[in-house]
């Protein structure tokens, strides 16, 4: 049995536990995304079974403890809006993705959900379908890259994309268990793969029509940080966690499709829906993900951040059309600017503005 | 549960992923889609399946980015992969599979490491023949820093001699790795003959087959996949390098390769067996082509192997390049061993120039 990391649960211990009778009632985990982009939860009993969002009371939170409201005004309010069923608990026991809203009644300044939708909504006509691919790497509890050597580098990319084998992937076994829990919560997890670069994993969302992707990947991300918490193990969505050296980014790559783009012939809706997205290149970058910079250089399979072009099959380009795609002539696309540290709500909301609205 | 020698960093830990693996899938399952990358390493990824699979026709074509394994260039990086052969999934269970798949360039031409495409033609073209293979996969464990497993750190363990079919603490190392892959081949439906511990110290063989035809390549390629992938579990690396320690008195691996048709299995067969043999010897530069990169420091024409340079065969001679197992030589038919492969073959490469030698 490895040495677990200090931090790491003891499912041993824990086990007996999670077999008592809970009389009836059930645990609501409450999750929501914090002022920095980050993941918050708490939990409330519930006194039975739910199998529905409207059932769950609105709740609150101490807004001045995670950067979404001042000290003398603090209540921030959780609005249940997705209910999923909990991996860890099991049973009847349910997450619950949250709206936040501030005493006024108005969306807190990261509820971007409120915003995308209305936008969904205003569009769901053309049924907007996503598809995101998460990038995110891994890193010991000291903030270092997870298994590589302290303070130093591992070998040069090439061995880890897709790899099989000690040394060429770390952390399988964390992957496997994200993986597991996703199918089990309700996420339309795709799949996942070991990335470019070292200790960088990548997992699928979708497709998800409108609002929901953003739902799906929110809870793919709070099931990722927890599960990640039983190894000991942290999970980032930086997305370029070395800016020096020859160490590829993480990205958020959107695939988006609408009915139109998905018939025979589609193709010319895709291409619309490029021209459309040229024209407003600098507004989308704006909520593309902080830092994004750094990672849209051009190299590392990224187009520059100040370009926008398209193409089949070029990993280089701001949009890229799958080749099968461009040889049947419908399909979908693929916006390959999106960092990984993205909001889901924003990005997928100002495509569907952009591009349907 | 505590272990005497502490595991390396990067061993799983499967009492926390136990929880997980018991999950419902929601009638979802998992298909490992898995190939052969631009240095004939393995490389894979994992889908969702909204429903379980019986048949490899169900399975959709996928695609990955070839540029970052050697297969493509950045600017058309779009590599396909098309499943040929499922089998079951000895890590994740259930209705949970893996899929081999062959890889396509963008134009639809066979990816330059994609052999098995070739092999299948002449595999199709010899079928009247029945050709079977067993492949003798030797191999090397290694330490995640890359000195042998269990070997003094930079140094050396006593010579050859003990370790052969070894039992007993110093003699054998990683039998518990050897025995989880052994039963993962055998339930994932590869057709694992055997195994033993090898000449070397550290150093181990399995033995795929009978397999006819193309199914000797998928078979191997996925008990090579199957080893890599229970190695990771340990924080082992595995190597099919032909010969890691080139000074010394140290073994290589090789890749031994025994082959029969229907005509050499029947009795009398050993005429067809000779005439292999004749054809062999005539192609013996274009098989040594494709026999194994670093091929020439494996076969030296010492520790049990014909020199590169020369060919020859022999009953029961581990030192000639076509040995005929001496129960084959007394009953007069049965099958030959080719010796020359070494470990790091592309078992595509190997079975389709066999057949085509022999009989194409």
């Known amino acids: 049995m490895s040495e677990a990391p200090s931090y790491s649960h003891n499912p041993t211990l824990l086990a007996p536990y999670l077999e008592l009778d809970q009389g009836g ?17 708490k939990t409330a009993t519930v006194d039975h079974p739910v199998s529905n969002v409207s059932e769950l009371k609105e709740w609150n939170f101490d807004g001045s403890s995670t950067g979404q409201a001042p000290g003398h005004d603090s209540d921030v309010y959780l609005r249940p809006v997705a209910i999923f069923k909990d991996p860890f608990r099991k049973g009847d026991n349910i997450l ?26 205003a569009a769901k006509e053309h049924e907007p ?141 895709i291409e619309e829906a490029i021209k459309k997205l040229g024209e407003k290149h600098l507004e989308h970058i704006a909520v593309y993900g902080e830092g994004n910079e750094e990672r849209l250089s051009g190299k590392h399979e990224t187009g520059h951040i100040g370009d926008f072009t398209s193409g089949v099959a070029d990993r280089g380009a701001s949009i890229r059309i799958p080749r099968h795609v461009a040889a049947q002539g419908y399909g979908y696309l693929e916006d390959r600017r999106p960092a990984s540290n993205i909001d889901p709500y924003q990005v997928t909301g100002i495509i569907v503005d952009t591009t349907l609205l």
């Open 25 to 41: 009632k059930i645990m609501a985990e409450y999750i929501w995304v914090d002022g920095v982009g980050g993941m918050r939860c």
């Open 96 to 121: 619950v993705l949250c709206e936040t809203f501030n005493s006024d009644g108005t969306p807190n300044r990261t509820n971007f959900r409120h915003h995308a939708a209305k936008s969904m909504e």
């Open 129 to 269: 379908w996503f598809g995101l691919e998460q990038e995110y790497s891994l890193l010991d509890a000291d903030g270092w890259p997870l298994h590589w050597p302290k303070g130093g580098y591992p070998g040069p990319q090439g061995p880890y994309y897709c790899g099989v084998g000690t040394g060429k992937v770390f952390a399988r076994d964390l992957i496997e268990a994200h993986y597991r829990a996703c199918l089990y919560a309700g996420v339309t997890i795709g799949g996942i793969n070991a990335e470019v670069m070292a200790s960088q994993w990548e997992f699928q969302v979708g497709p998800c029509e409108g609002v929901s992707m953003g739902d799906e990947l929110t809870m793919a991300r709070f099931l990722l940080h927890r599960v990640a918490e039983e190894w000991g193990i942290k999970v980032t969505f930086h997305p370029k966690i070395f800016k020096d050296g020859d160490w590829n980014g993480a990205g958020c790559h959107t695939n988006y499709s609408t009915k139109a783009m998905r018939q025979p012939g589609g193709m010319k809706a």
